[in-house]
């Protein structure tokens, strides 16, 4: 079976916990992506920055994200999966979870992210719909 190691995107570029929301966003324009990793001064993963994040948790609340910090965005344990999983554990998780993206764990080292269209294109047709329907539900 496909493991997340065969399908994340690579080398993950975290955005720091102290860095501030637009420092966040600029990586995210840059990169193109609409997640990023925030990591510790310990390199330890906090959680996931999303887009998302930024306009209802900042900017819908009229904060200042020159002023928030990342790392005041990370909500509890980041969920992850290992980069020997297969998709019928990132499946599981992502499902559980209610996310769409999960960083790749090696160990204690960040090695990518894998998203659900990542997962969606290493599914047999069928199983494709169940995660969509999964993750579009509350």
Not at 36 to 41: N, Q
Not at 49 to 71: N, S
Not at 121 to 133: A, E, F, H, I, K
């Amino acid at each position: 079976m496909t493991t997340a190691r065969e399908i994340m995107t690579p080398d993950a570029t975290c955005v720091g916990a102290e860095e501030s929301v637009v420092e966040a966003a600029r990586k995210m324009t840059e990169l193109g992506v609409g997640a990023l990793p925030i990591c510790g001064t310990d390199n330890k993963l906090k959680g996931m920055l999303t887009d998302r994040d930024i306009v209802v948790k900042v900017l819908g609340q009229g904060r200042d994200p020159a002023e928030v910090k990342a790392g005041e965005l990370a909500q509890g344990e980041a969920v992850t999966i290992g980069a020997d999983d297969d998709t019928a554990e990132i499946l599981r998780t992502m499902t559980e979870h209610k996310v769409r993206r999960l960083p790749v764990i090696d160990g204690h080292t960040l090695v990518g992210i894998v998203a659900q269209a990542d997962v969606a294109r290493s599914l047999p047709d069928p199983q494709v719909g169940d995660l969509v329907q999964a993750l579009s539900t509350d």
